[in-house]
């Protein structure tokens, strides 16, 4: 089975961390996805989950809401 991507379809790099405000991918990663192997899809997708979830620490306003 193939691993999905992550994109979201809104393809706005964060210049502050480098990241997708979509999917938190670095612009090298959406490059290579399409030629990564399921292995490398899922280190990815390890990544960006460790990137989202971090940046619910950063982002939250005093409520608990994401600011995005």
């Not at 193939?2 to 809104?10: K, Q």
């Not at 979509?22 to 280190?43: M, N, V, Y």
């Not at 979830?53 to 608990?64: K, M, Q, R, T």
């Amino acid at each position: 089975m193939s691993v999905e991507s992550p994109c979201t379809n809104v393809c706005q790099m964060n210049p502050a961390t480098g990241y997708c405000l979509g999917c938190f991918r670095t612009l090298a990663e959406i490059t290579a996805w399409s030629r990564l192997d399921d292995a490398g899809k899922r280190e990815i997708l390890r990544a960006v989950a460790e990137r989202e979830a971090a940046s619910d620490l950063f982002e939250a306003d005093s409520s608990g809401a994401r600011a995005r």
